[in-house]
């Protein structure tokens, strides 16, 4: 995934402290069954899509500034 992405606020997902730190260095996939088990819904979102990069992070950031604006 291109630098522009990865601070985007469409790109971070809230995690317990705990699983965040292992994380950093995993793909998609091992991200994945991370964020399948969160307690946090919009992170459980991410992990139902087959694939993540630059489309799927400007359109979840599109859904979260939405929800912001509500």
């Known amino acids: ?3 522009l992405y990865t601070r985007r606020i469409g790109n ?3 995690l317990l402290a705990k699983s965040n730190s292992n ?3 995993l793909g998609f996939e091992g991200k994945r069954k991370v964020y399948k088990e969160t307690p946090y819904e919009r ?3 991410i992990a139902t899509l087959p ?3 630059p ?3 400007t359109e ?3 859904v979260l500034a939405e929800l912001a604006l509500n």
């Open 12 to 14: 971070l997902a809230l």
């Open 55 to 57: 489309r799927e992070i």
């Open 60 to 62: 979840r950031q599109k």
């Open 1 to 3: 995934m291109c630098k």
């Open 43 to 45: 992170t459980r979102q």
């Open 23 to 25: 994380l950093k260095s």
């Open 51 to 53: 694939q993540w990069g």
